[in-house]
């Protein structure tokens, strides 16, 4: 298709209303929406620091947590 991107772009909608001009945008056939409402999941921060402290700096942590 003459005139097609391989641009892809993710974007966060602020406001409802951005969802109007979207539609419009696909309607015009200048944008394609391949998908909707995708859930950005974020790790638990247990997860997210696992392993960044050495052991034994841990363990003192928790030992003066205890106290």
Known sequence: MAGKSDNTVLIQLN??????????????????VLEENIVSE???????????????????IQQSIKK
């Open 15 to 32: 406001n409802p209303k951005a969802l109007a001009v979207i539609k419009e945008l696909e309607a015009l056939d200048l944008i394609d």
């Open 42 to 60: 974020k790790p638990k921060l247990s997860d997210k620091y696992r392993g960044k402290l050495p052991a034994y700096v841990a363990e003192q």
